[in-house]
């Protein structure tokens, strides 16, 4: 069985589904194709089943450092969490935060093959 495609989805499915590809289990790489995980998740929320969103998280994690191409995930929140526990992260390098964050406008919402209604009036 292929894994399903996001453009056959709802539009709440397809927004839910790129947050959670931006959030929750960020990748890189292009966004039609729908992971199990994400498919479990978009379900969960929909009908409101509770899940563990920090083992969801954990297992993430743990994919990302079994592959040799992807990176680790979470870099400012696992950060935030070694300072917390005072962690001596002196010898690592210090990145600036992002200028620019991902919004939702006409180019994004093309990206996702949303298409703009006709005004009738």
């Known amino acids: 069985m ?18 959670i590809c ?5 990748r890189d790489e292009h966004r ?3 992971s199990y995980y994400e498919a479990f998740l978009i379900d969960s ?6 899940i563990h969103l920090g083992y969801m998280m954990m297992m993430h994690i743990i994919s990302c450092c079994k592959s040799k191409t ?11 969490v ?3 526990v ?23 919402m093309g990206r996702m093959k949303f298409e703009k209604a006709l005004d009738v009036s």
Not at 86 to 106: H, M, Q, W
Request: proline share 6%.
């Open 45 to 50: 929320i929909l009908t409101g089943r509770r």
């Open 2 to 19: 292929d894994k399903p495609s996001a453009h056959n989805w709802t539009v709440i499915s397809r927004v839910l589904h790129h947050m």
């Open 82 to 84: 070694f300072k917390d």
């Open 22 to 26: 931006s959030i929750i289990l960020p």
């Open 70 to 80: 992807r990176v680790l995930p979470y870099g400012r929140f696992l950060t935030r």
């Open 86 to 108: 005072d962690v001596d992260l002196s010898k690592e390098i210090d990145f600036e935060a992002p200028n620019i964050y991902n919004t939702y406008d006409d180019q994004s």
């Open 32 to 34: 039609d194709e729908v």
